[in-house]
């Protein structure tokens, strides 16, 4: 069974209705005409409006008929958006209501072109120290002709590169928006290993370093601040990249969607969203453009993960406690399992020479993980300091194991997590689930996520429907109980070897030596 949304017609990879119509036929066997009818309607509808700029420089809003421009456009959009009426079938737009005229035309089932003539800014020429992949190359072409859009595809398909190569492509002054400081200083290095960029043409701009550069490194935060914006809007971008581009919708991110540039790229390995906002995500950005997850596990160019359930009993009095409880207490209570803490332990003792990254919602939880086991707790309270170099011990190989909160879903490269281990967190979105599954993503070798959820508890349900949004994208889901696995003769593991105790004592030597970065301007 298929679902085709408006949308899907309307963000189609193709030139011509008789192109897409030819796809769909290739798949579905049997001729359906009111289907193809409908398909046909929405493809037409993708293409009945149109921003363009005037001759004289300002915006023009044009319909493909006097109907269209009259009964919708006018009858939706208020005259501080519309300005005034310059023929049957153009008006003139308010410069900076432009991503309302989008957002508001694409609810009403009539997705906009953007054709402005936008400026590009100060030349920006640099070369690319790397080989793209076919189906790398084939989202640069797919942007280079819609000037907009949102790369999808799973952490490791090298979207980043892809970046870069259409850095290349656009020639012109870039910004590059992202969630976090740590993402932020990330993609500098990358910018700086992978091209040949001088490190004076690179900066970066959020709550510990101010710099405005050719190529600038921005938080979402700081550049939908008042007191910053007309620092980022004096600027003529040629392309505005948006990483983890989910974040768009929600009311923080979004006023950074209205900074303009002739070209906008999102970034996503997941873009949908719990309150189903996803589709403004295409709205403020452009088109999504992907490879589906299937084609590049088939193609070996990212390694499918293995995703396993693991079901964990409340110990006696853990249960006692849990009938007792009601509402959120309950759900707190079977996501911080105190028996998820051996587990955990056997499964890091059960693959000792793979780096693994530990995932824990509630600090009391991490907390009591990180003493029991000896691994450092990466979660919001951490010192931007400390998280950066113990993020950087990990990618470097130098710690086996991490664990984090929600701040290791997104915003963080950590490209050589090998298991990924939640023990909470189950509550989240689908995104979420797809994100830490993600962080085991990477060309080659083994990739294993094990879930935790206690047994008898709404979490065996949440642990379920999570992971039926990776299943659906092809990646193998197991269930195991662990009491059953033991009886049938699983055993106990042995514990950790004395690697996560020296850590700990690593740790407390170098605490002092780490100095918390400011984090004024910066709001979490």
Request: net charge negative.
């Given at each position: 069974?298929?679902?085709?949304?408006?949308?899907?017609?309307?963000?189609?990879?193709?030139?011509?209705?008789?192109?897409?119509?030819?796809?769909?036929?290739?798949?579905?066997?049997?001729?359906?005409?009111?289907?193809?009818?409908?398909?046909?309607?929405?493809?037409?509808?993708?293409?009945?409006?149109?921003?363009?700029?005037?001759?004289?420089?300002?915006?023009?809003?044009?319909?493909?008929s006097?109907?269209?421009m009259?009964?919708?456009?006018?009858?939706?959009?208020?005259?501080?958006v519309?300005?005034?009426?310059?023929s049957?079938?153009?008006s003139?737009?308010?410069?900076?209501?432009?991503?309302?005229?989008?957002?508001?035309?694409?609810?009403?089932?009539?997705?906009?072109?953007?054709?402005?003539?936008?400026?590009?800014?100060?030349?920006l020429?640099?070369?690319?120290?790397?080989?793209l992949?076919?189906?790398?190359?084939?989202?640069?072409?797919?942007?280079?002709?819609?000037?907009?859009?949102?790369?999808?595809?799973?952490?490791?398909?090298?979207?980043?590169?892809?970046?870069?190569?259409?850095?290349?492509?656009?020639?012109?002054?870039?910004?590059?928006?992202?969630?976090?400081?740590?993402?932020?200083?990330?993609?500098?290095?990358?910018?700086?290993?992978?091209?040949?960029?001088?490190?004076?043409?690179?900066?970066?701009?959020?709550?510990?370093?101010?710099?405005?550069?050719?190529?600038?490194?921005?938080?979402?935060?700081?550049?939908?601040?008042?007191?910053?914006?007309?620092?980022?809007?004096?600027?003529?971008?040629?392309?505005?990249?948006?990483?983890?581009?989910?974040?768009?919708?929600?009311?923080?991110?979004?006023?950074s969607?209205?900074?303009?540039?002739?070209?906008?790229?999102?970034?996503?390995?997941?873009p949908?969203?719990?309150?189903?906002?996803?589709?403004?995500?295409?709205?403020?950005?452009?088109?999504?453009?992907?490879?589906?997850?299937?084609?590049?596990?088939?193609?070996?160019?990212?390694?499918?993960?293995?995703?396993?359930?693991?079901?964990?009993?409340?110990?006696?009095?853990?249960?006692?406690?849990?009938?007792?409880?009601e509402?959120?207490e309950?759900?707190?209570?079977?996501?911080?399992?105190?028996?998820?803490?051996?587990e955990?332990?056997?499964?890091?003792?059960?693959?000792?020479?793979?780096?693994?990254?530990?995932?824990?919602?509630?600090?009391?939880?991490?907390?009591?993980?990180?003493a029991?086991?000896?691994?450092?707790?990466?979660?919001?309270?951490?010192?931007?300091?400390?998280?950066?170099?113990?993020f950087?011990?990990?990618?470097?190989?130098?710690r086996?194991?991490?664990?984090?909160?929600?701040?290791?879903?997104?915003?963080?490269?950590?490209?050589?997590?090998?298991?990924?281990?939640?023990?909470?967190?189950l509550?989240?979105?689908?995104?979420?689930?797809?994100?830490?599954?993600?962080?085991?993503?990477?060309?080659?070798?083994?990739?294993?996520?094990?879930?935790?959820?206690?047994?008898?508890?709404?979490?065996?349900?949440?642990?379920?429907?999570?992971?039926?949004?990776?299943?659906e994208?092809?990646?193998?889901?197991?269930?195991?109980?662990?009491?059953?696995?033991?009886?049938?003769?699983g055993?106990e593991?042995?514990?950790?070897?004395?690697?996560?105790?020296?850590?700990?004592?690593?740790?407390?030597?170098?605490?002092?030596?780490?100095?918390?970065?400011?984090?004024?301007?910066?709001?979490?």
């Open positions: 069974m298929y679902e085709v949304r408006e949308e899907d017609v309307w963000g189609g990879p193709h030139d011509e209705f008789a192109a897409l119509l030819r796809t769909v036929r290739d798949v579905v066997d049997e001729r359906h005409p009111g289907f193809e009818e409908w398909l046909e309607d929405q493809w037409k509808r993708a293409r009945q409006f149109t921003l363009k700029t005037h001759e004289d420089g300002y915006v023009v809003l044009e319909a493909d006097a109907s269209l009259g009964n919708v456009a006018r009858q939706k959009l208020d005259e501080d519309l300005r005034a009426p310059i049957d079938t153009e003139w737009v308010a410069a900076e209501k432009t991503a309302e005229v989008k957002r508001v035309l694409y609810e009403a089932g009539y997705p906009v072109e953007d054709r402005r003539d936008l400026e590009s800014g100060e030349l020429e640099f070369d690319l120290n790397l080989r992949r076919d189906y790398q190359q084939y989202w640069v072409d797919r942007f280079t002709d819609a000037k907009s859009g949102v790369l999808v595809g799973p952490p490791g398909s090298g979207k980043t590169v892809t970046t870069m190569a259409v850095m290349e492509q656009v020639g012109g002054e870039t910004l590059i928006l992202v969630p976090s400081r740590e993402l932020a200083g990330q993609w500098r290095e990358e910018l700086l290993e992978k091209t040949t960029f001088d490190p004076e043409q690179v900066g970066e701009y959020h709550g510990g370093r101010k710099e405005i550069k050719p190529v600038t490194v921005a938080t979402y935060q700081i550049a939908g601040m008042d007191r910053h914006r007309q620092l980022f809007d004096s600027r003529e971008w040629g392309l505005i990249v948006f990483d983890e581009a989910h974040h768009i919708p929600s009311p923080v991110f979004r006023r969607a209205n900074l303009q540039s002739k070209h906008r790229l999102g970034l996503s390995a997941t949908v969203r719990g309150d189903d906002d996803e589709e403004e995500i295409f709205t403020l950005i452009g088109p999504p453009i992907g490879t589906d997850w299937d084609a590049l596990f088939d193609a070996g160019f990212v390694a499918e993960p293995e995703v396993e359930i693991r079901y964990v009993e409340f110990d006696e009095t853990a249960r006692d406690e849990y009938v007792a409880a509402g959120h309950r759900r707190q209570l079977a996501s911080t399992n105190p028996a998820k803490v051996d955990v332990r056997r499964l890091l003792a059960a693959h000792p020479d793979q780096q693994a990254l530990v995932f824990a919602d509630y600090l009391d939880q991490g907390e009591a993980i990180s029991a086991l000896g691994l450092p707790f990466v979660s919001g309270e951490t010192p931007h300091a400390r998280r950066r170099q113990f950087q011990q990990f990618r470097d190989g130098d086996q194991a991490l664990l984090v909160s929600r701040i290791g879903d997104e915003g963080i490269d950590l490209p050589s997590a090998e298991v990924a281990i939640v023990a909470s967190g509550g989240g979105s689908r995104r979420q689930g797809a994100q830490r599954a993600g962080r085991t993503m990477r060309p080659s070798g083994s990739a294993q996520v094990y879930v935790l959820a206690t047994t008898g508890t709404r979490e065996e349900e949440f642990a379920r429907r999570r992971t039926h949004h990776l299943a994208k092809g990646v193998q889901v197991t269930e195991t109980r662990v009491d059953e696995e033991r009886e049938a003769g055993g593991a042995d514990a950790p070897d004395d690697q996560a105790a020296e850590d700990a004592a690593d740790d407390e030597a170098t605490e002092d030596a780490a100095t918390p970065e400011s984090t004024t301007d910066e709001t979490a």
